[in-house]
């Protein structure tokens, strides 16, 4: 198995910035970072738009307390500030519209088929190629959220955290410049999130992607209970419906394991 280590560019903070005129993005770059949401969660109090790139995070920070570090410029890791006059009771739609802007970006600029598995996880075919964290903040001006996106963009086979990871290069993605994936996820993040904004229904584009409806499923719930069953839709809430057989249940959060085709 090949060792080379890919061509990996800086990304181009002038280039991505007039790409994103005229968008409420404030971009600013660092060389590393432990983790750009924590970074972001530090400066909540700031005006939204805030939007923090590190060429090298070296203490992610996924769900349920995971951590994952890849090599400086193999992955597009990136933290914005959000902050939205909508009900308390809207802002799980987050990691899902998030989720739709990535996947759009991903099928129209890299070129790959990518779909989304509930609630965060971005997949080509099976594996997984970005993930989603969003953490809430009460700042002096209101609720704020931190939505981090960590994309692997240039990872060979032998640097995947895990044999379920995948990259763009690896499926043989149209692009991997990071400058241009950031600018187009951005873009689409936008325009999602203004639907979101306005009151629009967010479901009808994520379930265009959805990868979990219609798979069986087993999903791992956080006071550790475990749901197995069909996956037969997403509700107006963006929580997942599974049915067992006997109850549908209505998900808001849990770890999914897809079992096989529904």
């Known amino acids: ?91 799980p739609w987050l990691p899902l519209v998030t989720g739709s802007a990535v996947a759009d970006a991903l099928r129209g600029t890299a070129e790959v088929p990518a779909t989304l598995k509930w609630p965060n996880d971005v997949l080509v075919g099976e594996r997984k190629v970005a993930g989603i964290l969003v953490e809430l903040a009460d700042t002096a001006a209101g609720p704020a959220a931190v939505v981090g996106v960590g994309l692997n963009t240039t990872l060979t086979q032998d640097e995947l955290p895990v044999p379920t990871a995948t990259s763009l290069a690896l499926e043989g993605a149209a692009t991997t410049d990071r400058t241009l994936l950031a600018a187009e996820v951005l873009l689409a993040l936008v325009r999602h999130l203004d639907v979101w904004r306005a009151g629009g229904s967010p479901r009808a584009a994520y379930l265009g992607y959805a990868a979990t409806v219609g798979r069986r499923v087993a999903v791992d719930l956080p006071g550790g209970a475990r749901v197995e069953g069909h996956a037969v839709d997403v509700d107006d809430d963006g929580r997942l419906l599974v049915d067992d057989g006997t109850t549908v249940h209505a998900l808001g959060a849990g770890d999914v394991v897809h079992v096989r085709a529904g």
């Not at 995070?57 to 990136?78: D, H, I, K, M, N």
């Open 1 to 91: 198995m090949s060792h080379a280590t890919p061509s990996r560019p800086p990304l181009d903070l002038d280039a991505l910035r007039s790409r994103l005129t005229g968008t409420p993005w404030r971009v600013e770059v660092s060389a590393e970072s432990p983790s750009t949401n924590a970074d972001v969660l530090a400066r909540a109090g700031e005006e939204p738009g805030l939007e923090l790139l590190s060429e090298h995070q070296t203490a992610g920070r996924g769900r349920l307390g995971r951590t994952w570090v890849t090599p400086a410029r193999s992955a597009l890791t990136f933290s914005v500030l959000v902050r939205a006059e909508v009900p308390l009771g809207r802002w």
